[in-house]
């Protein structure tokens, strides 16, 4: 019989230890007004996985305050934007059906 590491009892000591140091945890819509950034962007920053770390508390998304802030710093450290362009090919447009106006169709 194996044993997995313990990352429940991992979580709880991270917990406890961020609490005792003053960290606080913000959901989804306070986290979004403290970065000033919409609910959906947060969102689909998460999706992306190119937004502040996360975590699920219950049902809902939950951000450690230390964690925005930092995400914040990265942000702002980079001048010209993000140098990865992740956002950009976040949704390639290769391989999806062109709509065609039906007016033009209609001409051809």
Do not use: C
């Not at 699920?56 to 934007?81: C, F, M, S």
């Not at 990865?84 to 062109?98: E, I, K, T």
Request: no cysteine; net charge positive.
């Amino acid at each position: 019989m194996t044993t997995q590491p313990d990352t429940d009892g991992a979580a709880a000591k991270e917990y406890a230890r961020r609490l005792q140091a003053g960290d606080e945890i913000l959901y989804l819509p306070e986290a979004a007004v403290f970065v000033r950034k919409s609910v959906g962007t947060l969102r689909y920053y998460r999706h992306l996985g190119i937004g502040p770390r996360s975590f699920r508390h219950g049902r809902n998304v939950a951000y450690w305050k230390t964690d925005l802030i930092l995400w914040l710093a990265e942000e702002a450290a980079q001048p010209a934007g993000r140098s990865d362009g992740a956002h950009a090919l976040a949704r390639p447009q290769v391989g999806r059906s062109r709509k065609v106006d039906r007016r033009s169709r209609d001409a051809r």
